[in-house]
């Protein structure tokens, strides 16, 4: 029997542009918060987890170091998109272990460095040295998902009508004007059927979350959530056909989550999910269990993704609005969950809300559906 | 030169001595993208994989490992000409390739999935169409969409 592990701080900057600032600029100003907001000292904090794509090398020591934390071990933890979500993994797994009483889980990435465009993907890779890129790789599902369930490119612009509405009343998001279906099809073309709208853009974004025992928790009470689940898969290697609309990737990492969890993922009141394009999110309803296989379409239009729906999928705005810095992305999901379970989210509280889902996804290699994939559970503590 | 599969690798400590020298290899078909076809005697292009002599798997391109059972005893094996689209996208912004280009995953009929660009009439294109091996003179090689009369 493990034992429990609840995240009981969180911070994170506002995703944008922050071309003036260094690495640590970004991220320094989360840590110190989340660490205030977990009513813990640095000097308290028994071991770091920094997940970034991007970062260069000893991107957490780069970071540590400036609020006196060194000794302890620092490891820096690279997932693709899933680095941030993989390093609250492994600081959920060095706790419920038994190692740490305090771990800090630091996500960072400066994507203004590359001037912009598709995220450089690795040229030793039979896809990429044919010119694979993400937005293709999502376009090609999202193709696939039109000829299958007959669906139109407005009812893919409707995913980014309702991230770019939630993310309007989020302060940390990149986007926040609205927009309509419309502005959506009329933006510039990326991947066809895919427009500029469609997909998250390029950010800076820095994110900080504060893991504890439950022996810690009960020394410096205050507002917190316990891992109900905490899961990581890579991709199974096939030759062959694979189905886009079924990312196994996501489907056997939300099936482990629930099973560890006991409790169906459809019973989540809130949901941050991978939407990096707004086919994903379509198609990872159906893999996380949100709603029936088929369904997804109509689970959208009926609203129920949405406030006063079944389950408010991606409050923040998702990746779409609140900006994609890789590996920032799947600590800023953890923090957005803090933030609505313990009744921090303002404008976007999603009133009631006990329990939560992150799920990021990460990479684009040759014969995977994806590199990574996290899947975590959070519930409110009591 | 010894039995180099893994599923037969288990030694008896007895027998521990000197172990051969681990090599790299050049690739794993992780580059090798023009190198993925060739043209036969009858003057048909092929796209060229490994089979697997243990699980009987068929990967493109080629390689020396199996993806599937790890088994070394891989043979040249020639995967086809032909498959069906199952989808396809044309990319206008890109950091690997100048734009636009249409890229579009292959199941070739020999079982085995590329990825592969896609020439010709893109208006021709819907997932599911049946498409072809197309090598041009610089060896490089794309996939078009078979017209009907082609087919028929």
Redesign the interface.
């Known amino acids: 029997m493990s034992d429990d592990v609840y995240v009981v701080g969180a911070a994170m900057i506002p995703m944008g542009r922050h071309r003036d600032s260094s690495h640590a600029g970004l991220a320094v100003p989360a840590v110190l918060d989340a660490l205030a907001s977990a009513r813990t000292a640095p000097k308290s904090v028994e071991a770091v987890y920094c997940g970034t794509a991007f970062g260069g090398m000893l991107t957490g020591q780069r970071i540590v170091k400036h609020v006196g934390m060194g000794g302890i071990p620092v490891l820096n933890v690279d997932n693709a998109c899933s680095g941030g979500a993989s390093a609250v993994h492994e600081a959920y797994r060095a706790i419920a272990d038994g190692h740490y009483d305090v771990v800090l889980v630091v996500g960072i990435d400066k994507l203004t460095q590359f001037g912009g465009g598709t995220l450089p993907l690795v040229g030793e890779d039979w896809e990429v040295s044919q010119g694979m890129v993400m937005p293709a790789l999502y376009a090609m599902r999202a193709r696939r998902y039109m000829h299958e369930r007959d669906a139109k490119p407005a009812d893919l612009a409707e995913v980014s009508v309702k991230a770019r509405r939630h993310g309007a009343r989020n302060p940390y998001a990149q986007y926040r004007k609205e927009v309509t279906v419309e502005e959506v099809l009329g933006s510039r073309m990326i991947a066809d059927p895919l427009t500029l709208l469609q997909c998250c853009p390029t950010g800076d974004g820095a994110a900080a979350v504060v893991l504890a025992s439950d022996r810690h928790r009960r020394r410096s009470p205050g507002p917190a959530m316990r891992i109900r689940a905490s899961v990581l898969h890579s991709g199974t290697p096939t030759a062959g056909f694979r189905d886009m609309l079924r990312p196994e990737i996501t489907y056997q990492s939300a099936s482990d989550a629930q099973e560890q969890a006991a409790l169906p993922t459809s019973e989540v009141d809130l949901v941050e999910l991978h939407d990096a394009f707004t086919i994903a999110e379509l198609v990872y309803y159906e893999a996380l269990g949100l709603c029936a296989p088929g369904e997804s379409l109509d689970f959208l239009r009926r609203g129920s993704t949405t406030y006063g729906g079944d389950v408010v999928v991606n409050p923040s705005g998702g990746l779409i609005s609140k900006g994609h810095p890789v590996g920032a992305s799947g600590v800023a999901q953890v923090v957005e969950v803090f933030w609505q379970l313990t009744g921090q989210a303002g404008d976007r509280q999603v009133q009631g809300a006990r329990l939560g889902l992150t799920h990021v996804t990460g990479g684009g290699v040759s014969n995977l559906d994806h590199g990574a994939c996290t899947v975590h559970i959070f519930e409110a503590a009591s | 030169m010894g039995d180099s599969s893994i599923a037969t690798a288990s030694t008896t400590l007895a027998s521990l001595g000197a172990q051969p020298i681990t090599q790299p290899v050049p690739d794993l078909?992780?580059?090798t993208?023009n190198s993925a076809v060739d043209v036969e005697p009858d003057g048909s292009p092929q796209l060229v994989g490994s089979r697997c002599g243990s699980c009987g798997?068929?990967?493109?391109?080629e390689t020396f490992v199996c993806?599937?059972c790890a088994s070394r005893q891989l043979q040249r094996a020639l995967a086809g000409s032909s498959g069906t689209l199952?989808?396809?996208?044309?990319?206008?912004?890109?950091?690997?390739?100048p734009t636009p280009?249409t890229?579009?995953?292959v199941?070739l009929d020999s079982?085995?999935?590329v990825?592969?660009?896609i020439t010709g009439d893109t208006d021709l294109l819907?997932?599911?169409v049946r498409v072809r091996l197309s090598v041009g003179s610089d060896h490089s090689w794309s996939f078009i969409a078979v017209q009907e009369e082609e087919s028929s």
């Open positions: 078909g992780d580059r993208v798997a068929l990967m493109v391109p993806s599937s199952y989808s396809y996208s044309t990319v206008h912004v890109s950091s690997s390739r280009y890229l579009g995953y199941d079982g085995s999935r990825l592969a660009t819907r997932p599911d």
